[in-house]
């Protein structure tokens, strides 16, 4: 087996400093190192003098604090609803078929839109045709947006386009499981959001792209990076994601490979 010859990470790091939350629910980290950890190893082994252990060192972990939503992340189907528009039970991140998060990419640069931006089903089509790409069943789609050139700034949460019902419902309904974006999230920031609300009042816009997932039940990343180094196509995704029991969604290193 030819293995590729390179791997680019599209997946950002969890750490205590990097803007990609709001405040209520970013991460938290206690780094604790094998100096702090080394009475662990003295209490397990009366007589051990912390002198005995190479540099006086036990191990090293850390306990973290973190929403299952928080860095690259993917969303299960149960995130957007808990039920399909027909009364079937959603999916948990748990029990979406591991063949999903394996396959060829492609990927749309949106980069040109402007932040708040709903893409349409026409703007999908016009961005595969010139790519010259034949979208195929369970593509993984990536959506790249101005928001990668924010991540980590105090613009990040209301940078990039959102992916419209329409947009969403394009790929799926052509066999796409599996998108992902590297914004915060699937859909416009909510900030652009909430203005058009004020002026509709119309709650079909809220989380669109999201709530397409109750008509054909799909699963997208949020928070990814580095797309821009990606060509159009021509390349495999790999972005399984953590298995826990029953959850909405689950962290994932996401990552491209390809010659």
């Given at each position: 087996?030819?293995?590729?010859?390179?791997?680019?990470?599209?997946?950002?790091?969890?750490?205590?400093?990097?803007?990609?939350?709001?405040?209520?629910?970013?991460?938290?980290?206690?780094?604790?190192?094998?100096?702090?950890?080394?009475?662990?190893?003295?209490?397990?082994?009366?007589?051990?003098?912390?002198?005995?252990?190479?540099?006086?060192?036990g191990w090293a972990f850390?306990?973290?604090?973190?929403?299952?939503?928080?860095?690259?992340?993917?969303?299960?189907?149960?995130?957007?609803?808990?039920?399909?528009?027909?009364?079937?039970?959603?999916?948990?991140?748990?029990?979406?078929?591991?063949?999903?998060?394996?396959?060829?990419?492609?990927?749309?640069?949106?980069?040109?839109?402007?932040?708040?931006?709903?893409?349409?089903?026409?703007?999908?089509?016009?961005?595969?045709?010139?790519?010259?790409?034949?979208?195929?069943?369970?593509?993984?789609?990536?959506?790249?947006?101005?928001?990668?050139?924010?991540?980590?700034?105090?613009?990040?949460?209301?940078?990039?386009?959102?992916?419209?019902?329409?947009?969403?419902?394009?790929?799926?309904?052509r066999g796409v499981r599996?998108?992902?974006?590297?914004?915060?999230?699937?859909?416009?920031?909510?900030?652009?959001?909430?203005?058009?609300?004020?002026?509709?009042?119309?709650?079909?816009?809220?989380?669109?792209?999201?709530?397409?997932?109750?008509?054909?039940?799909?699963?997208?990343?949020?928070?990814?990076?580095?797309?821009?180094?990606?060509?159009?196509?021509?390349?495999?995704?790999?972005?399984?994601?953590?298995?826990?029991?029953?959850?909405?969604?689950?962290?994932?290193?996401?990552?491209?490979?390809?010659?």
């Open positions: 087996m030819k293995l590729p010859s390179r791997m680019l990470d599209i997946s950002v790091a969890l750490d205590n400093d990097t803007v990609l939350d709001p405040p209520f629910m970013r991460p938290k980290i206690d780094y604790l190192t094998g100096k702090d950890n080394a009475w662990m190893l003295l209490e397990g082994f009366p007589g051990l003098k912390a002198e005995d252990l190479p540099d006086g060192e850390e306990q973290v604090q973190l929403a299952t939503h928080n860095g690259t992340h993917m969303d299960a189907p149960y995130h957007f609803q808990s039920k399909t528009i027909t009364g079937e039970r959603m999916i948990t991140i748990d029990e979406v078929p591991l063949d999903w998060f394996f396959r060829p990419g492609v990927k749309l640069d949106f980069r040109r839109l402007p932040d708040g931006h709903i893409v349409s089903a026409a703007e999908v089509e016009a961005e595969l045709k010139r790519i010259g790409h034949d979208l195929q069943p369970f593509d993984i789609v990536l959506v790249n947006t101005r928001a990668s050139e924010c991540i980590g700034t105090a613009d990040y949460m209301s940078a990039g386009i959102g992916m419209g019902r329409e947009a969403t419902l394009y790929l799926t309904s599996v998108c992902g974006i590297d914004a915060w999230g699937w859909d416009a920031p909510f900030v652009h959001t909430r203005k058009k609300w004020e002026e509709t009042h119309d709650p079909s816009i809220i989380w669109e792209g999201h709530k397409a997932g109750r008509e054909i039940p799909y699963c997208h990343m949020e928070k990814l990076c580095n797309l821009e180094q990606l060509p159009p196509h021509g390349f495999v995704v790999a972005c399984f994601p953590a298995k826990i029991k029953a959850a909405s969604g689950g962290w994932t290193r996401a990552v491209a490979l390809f010659d």
